[in-house]
């Protein structure tokens, strides 16, 4: 299976800040099936961007995915209160789909 | 709305069986893949498994491959996980979830979520 590497494992930052997210891959993800969610204390994950890039519907401009192959990000512009939280990168290129271990982006 | 519900999760000792189920409304449901993701107490995400609309194909997670079992019924919108020889580290939260988009495969993000039922593996 391909297994994801999230990192940092943790993001101090500001409100305004901007965020950059890594995600790499133990082989090429093919299609650049690869998902981003977001997930608050509480909630069910919340579906940010697939296919690499292209953002789900009612997800805010400030998100941004890019990569191919082995390397993906996730960018967040300028970080709003409401988006620290627990961030996951997935594949869905090969079965089974397999999820990195998350970057939580906290307040600082 | 669309509206994802999970039921059937509670206490189960090791080497039985629970079976699952989620119900689908707001959507026309037999358009759609679905998928199981699960979520062990303090940890990440965890994708189990995933059924293409019409029951042709699914896949499954090697940790579950062989015990688990999804299925679907169209015609009750339903979801369903079929739960054997059940384990402590099968103790999760165990969410269903939508494709995103229309389409004859299940090689998909997940982008509707349920809110989850909770699955405990214990004597």
């Known amino acids: 299976e391909i297994v994801l590497t999230q990192s940092p494992g943790t993001l101090s930052l500001s409100p305004g800040e901007g965020a950059t997210l890594s995600c790499r891959a133990s082989q090429s993800v093919s299609s650049s099936h690869v998902a981003w969610y977001q997930q608050k204390p509480g909630q069910a994950p919340r579906l940010l961007i697939y296919?690499?890039?292209s953002r789900a519907t009612g997800i805010p401009d400030r998100f941004s995915g890019s990569g191919s192959g082995t390397d993906f990000t996730l960018t967040i512009s300028r970080l709003e209160p409401e988006d620290f939280a627990v961030y996951y990168c997935q594949q869905y290129g090969r079965s089974p789909f397999t999820f990195g271990g998350g970057t939580k982006v906290e307040i600082k | 709305e669309v509206q994802l519900v999970e039921s059937g999760g509670g206490l189960v000792q090791p080497g039985r069986s629970l079976r699952l189920s989620c119900a689908a409304s707001g959507f026309k449901f037999d358009d759609y893949a679905m998928y199981w993701v699960r979520q062990g107490p303090g940890k990440g995400l965890e994708w189990v498994s995933g059924?293409?609309?019409?029951?042709?194909?699914?896949g499954y997670a090697d940790s579950v491959k062989g015990r688990f079992t999804i299925s679907r019924d169209n015609a009750k919108n339903s979801l369903y996980l079929q739960m054997n020889s059940l384990r402590a580290e099968d103790t999760a939260l165990y969410y269903c979830a939508r494709a995103p988009l229309l389409g004859v495969s299940y090689y998909y993000a997940m982008a509707v979520w349920g809110q989850g039922t909770t699955v405990t593996v214990s004597s």
């Open positions: 296919g690499a890039s």
């Open positions: 059924i293409t609309w019409n029951s042709g194909s699914a």
